[in-house]
Structures are given as C-alpha cells and as structure tokens.
C-alpha cells in the first residue's frame, strides 16, 4: 500500500521552456502533497506543501510564480517549471501524506530535470 | 525550529560488520524520527520510524535504531552490514504537535560504503 509515482522520471528541456512534473498517489487519497528537490550530494529541500483545493504554501525564497503548483484531486499534484533555466536542473522529488492526522509521508521515485 | 544533524558525511564499514549512522535532531516537544534511504537516482525509500513506545525500533532490511531523548539522538544500526547497503541515508524529523503542515526536516544525508 501506499505507492507514489511521478512522471516523468527523466525530462530533458531546453532553456526557456516549461516542463511539467506529475506526482500520483496510486492506492490511497492524499490530502497533502509535498514538493522537494535535491541537487547532487545534497539533502532534500522542500519546495512547497501542496493540499488539494486550495493554493500551496511555499517555502522561503522559493519562486511561487516559477515553480506552479496544482493539487486539482485527492490523487494528482503537478509541478510546472516555467520558463526554465540551467540552474533549474535538479532531483524533484514529491512525497504524500495517507490523510489528515497522517505523520508518516511516501515517496515517489523521483524526477530528474535537466535543462540545456 | 526543528533541525536535523548527521555529523558524518560518509561511513564506511567492511562487510559483516555492525554499522552505525549518527543523527540528532532538535524540536520542540516529543519528535517523531524517521530514516530513509535513497539508491542513485532514485526517490526515498522508508526504514522505519519512532512516534511512542519502545525507544529501539526495528525496521526495514535489519536496520534499527535507538531513540534517545537525553541526547536528542536517532542513531541507525545494523549488527552485520552488506554491500548491498551501500546507499544514502537521510534522517528526518518532525514535532508530534505539529503546527507546520506536518513538515518533515531532513538531516544531510551519510552515505554508507560498505566494502567487501
């Protein structure tokens, strides 16, 4: 139980164009979704916290207009980079929560964005 | 604030042997611990967790680990290492009375090479 998927696992994308990551919870709803990235060597940083059908809540100094985010169903959060840069590269990685009063968070297997 | 700390960025331990991955954390109030490994290019994968009861926990692939709370300490174990354990291992906190989204911090990372 418990399975997340995102899509892709890899995307290659030139500079300036926008690229969209899809995180699913596969056997259960998730009420809150969660966006990382982690760059090579490095930690996990959250990016955002994502609960459905409202907006998500960003970490500091992390570029709401940049990195949009959509939790439109209990099943599907996206991450769209826009107009993406080189620096934009990086492990992204979204995780999810089983439910409310839920303290244990799921993994998916990660997507790594590189942009020429 | 909650924080994570693993004082070593690498441990490297011959097969067969014990081995030990150092974490201590600092939140306000009882925490809840949580260890992860990550393969190359891969997302999280869940070890186990402490949120009450029995400070040594027991989890995945014969890890375990110790919760102390004099010490604020998480260490992970395993009584015989593999080569196959080889990975990155990341420990992550949160406080148990929550207030943040249920948001977990994450220690550095420590990458276990276990040799043959």
């Known amino acids: 139980g418990a399975v997340v998927s995102q899509h892709p696992s890899w995307v290659i994308c030139k500079s300036g164009t926008s690229v969209k990551i899809e995180c699913r919870s596969l056997?259960?709803?998730?009420?809150?979704m969660f966006w990382y990235r982690q760059f090579p060597k490095q930690s996990l940083m959250l990016m955002a916290t994502?609960?459905?059908?409202?907006?998500?809540?960003?970490e500091q100094g992390v570029e709401k207009d940049k990195f949009l985010i959509n939790h439109a169903s209990l099943t599907l959060s996206t991450l769209t980079v826009t107009s993406a840069h080189p620096e934009d590269s990086s492990f992204y990685i979204c995780?999810?929560?089983?439910?409310?009063?839920?303290?244990?968070?799921?993994f998916g297997p990660g997507t790594r964005l590189t942009v020429t | 604030a909650q924080s994570v700390a693993q004082p070593e960025d690498q441990v490297n331990v011959a097969e067969g042997n014990p081995l030990t991955v150092k974490c201590t954390y600092s939140?306000?109030?009882?925490?809840?611990l949580f260890w992860y490994v990550q393969y190359p290019n891969r997302g999280l994968q869940f070890l186990l967790k402490?949120?009450?009861?029995?400070?040594l926990v027991k989890g995945s692939y014969g890890f375990e680990a110790e919760f102390n709370k004099s010490q604020t300490s998480f260490h992970l174990k395993k009584p015989s290492a593999l080569v196959s354990d080889s990975a990155l291992y990341f420990c992550?906190?949160?406080?148990?009375?929550?207030?943040?989204?249920?948001?977990?911090?994450f220690g550095g990372g420590t990458r276990l090479m276990v040799k043959p």
């Open positions: 939140v306000s109030g009882n925490p809840y």
């Open positions: 056997d259960f709803q998730a009420t809150t």
């Open positions: 402490y949120i009450t009861g029995d400070n």
């Open positions: 994502s609960n459905e059908g409202s907006k998500a809540t960003y």
């Open positions: 995780s999810a929560l089983t439910g409310q009063g839920s303290y244990e968070q799921y």
């Open positions: 992550a906190v949160r406080a148990a009375v929550n207030n943040a989204g249920n948001m977990l911090t």
